[in-house]
């Protein structure tokens, strides 16, 4: 049935590229609407709810940062999925910065495009907290889970769900060394041998909202030729 399709919105000016884009996520079993601006975009979102968004950067008044920006102020759940022509790191980690979950950078394989896709929408397998873990303590932080909430020396914070996903994953297996590949399975939903730089992005997120010092980690730490580790207690990574 229609209601039991994933909804996604795709926002993206280029109507050539637009209608691949609908027709091959159409044939993977997912509901598509589009539509070609930001304003448009901002407009649905007010009367309609969607599993995923697929938002172009360079869009005909408001930019797709923007319209990133505007949709965390009011759902910080949404997985948000950015595409851009521009192949700048800069763009990477304004994207990213702003909210987004993923990037990919035009042009991009098929495949790739549609494994993100799958492995963004797969919530279903996402690691849930059992309630007493609710209230998580370390430092200076307290991190509430189950409510996509966080309080932190910076002030108040509101969690994606990757961002929750990651501190799951992170807080469940708290001082183990846990490789680059794994925590792409876990939290993205890729597999073990794709190479990205958004989950380092990540790590600068949650370092920027947790750590005392985010130049100087001691609970996101960093293990050399493997991948990442959380100490509640703190310490100097590897």
Request: aromatic share 10%.
């Amino acid at each position: 049935m229609t209601e039991d399709k994933p909804h996604i919105l795709l926002v993206e000016d280029e109507i050539h590229l637009a209608r691949g884009i609908c027709f091959n996520l159409e044939m993977e079993g997912y509901r598509v609407s589009h539509v070609e601006s930001g304003e448009a975009a901002l407009e649905r979102l007010t009367y309609d709810r969607f599993a995923l968004i697929i938002l172009d950067v360079m869009l005909p008044g408001i930019d797709g940062f923007t319209v990133c920006e505007r949709v965390r102020a009011t759902d910080a759940r949404v997985p948000i999925l950015i595409l851009t022509a521009r192949a700048d790191d800069g763009d990477r980690i304004t994207g990213l910065d702003r909210g987004a979950d993923d990037y990919l950078t035009k042009p991009f394989n098929l495949n790739e495009f549609l494994l993100r896709v799958r492995g963004m929408l797969r919530r279903s397998a996402w690691y849930r907290p059992e309630p007493v873990e609710e209230g998580y303590r370390f430092g200076d932080n307290e991190v509430f889970l189950l409510s996509y909430h966080a309080r932190t020396a910076q002030g108040e914070v509101d969690l994606t769900e990757l961002e929750v996903k990651m501190l799951s994953l992170f807080f469940h297996r708290e001082g183990e060394a846990i490789p680059r590949g794994e925590i792409l399975e876990n939290v993205w939903g890729y597999s073990s041998d794709t190479e990205t730089r958004t989950l380092d992005n990540f790590i600068v997120r949650l370092r920027k909202y947790f750590e005392p010092n985010p130049a100087k980690p001691v609970y996101f730490q960093t293990v050399r030729g493997v991948g990442y580790r959380f100490s509640r207690k703190g310490g100097n990574g590897e």
